[in-house]
């Protein structure tokens, strides 16, 4: 029995384990900090987009919708809709297109009733989000 696992072999393990740990922690929190820049699409970045971003808030979309993964899973991820759509235009058309007492028969997109300046940003902002690299995610267009 002289190989006994003892109580210090436990604790240096425990001890040895956390600061392993800790320090991939933080190595790992430093390198995506300094990825941030790079990944994030800030030359897109203007008052526009900015405006979008309120509407988006004021309007709370993200109660049905995801952004990047974020959200609510009841209407289709957001992210990646300028993909999908191909324009700033198609996305205002779709928004504007929702009935005003909604689709018969199921739940869909409320009637947002927004001026021209407020499509605008908002889909210019859902522009902008489209432009940030997210590595490939959401892996498909459909999101
Ligand atoms: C009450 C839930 C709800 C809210 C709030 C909501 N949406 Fe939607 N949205 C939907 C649903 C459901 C769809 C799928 C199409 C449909 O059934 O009408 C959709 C579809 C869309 C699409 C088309 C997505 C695609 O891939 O075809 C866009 C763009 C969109 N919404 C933008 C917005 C914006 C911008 C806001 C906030 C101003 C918003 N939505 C708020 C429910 C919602």
């Known amino acids: ?3 006994a696992f003892t109580k210090a072999m436990a604790r240096n393990i425990f001890y040895g ?3 392993f740990f800790f320090l991939a922690f933080l190595a790992l929190t430093y390198q995506t900090h300094q990825a941030w820049p790079e990944r994030d699409n800030h030359e897109a970045l203007n008052d526009t987009v900015a405006l979008g971003k309120k509407v988006w808030e004021d309007h709370d979309c993200i109660g049905c919708h995801t952004l990047l993964g974020e959200g609510a899973y009841f209407a ?3 992210g990646n809709v300028y993909k999908r759509y191909g324009s700033v235009d198609a996305i205002k058309g779709f928004i ?3 009935p005003k007492d909604g689709v018969p028969g199921r739940r869909s997109m409320p009637q947002f009733n927004l001026s021209d300046e407020e ?3 908002v889909a210019e902002f859902l522009k902008y989000v489209s432009g940030i690299n997210t590595a490939n995610w959401p892996p498909n267009v459909k999101g």
């Open 1 to 3: 029995m002289a190989q």
């Open 17 to 19: 384990g956390t600061l």
């Open 76 to 78: 289709p991820e957001l």
């Open 96 to 98: 504007m297109s929702r």
């Open 119 to 121: 499509l605008t940003a």
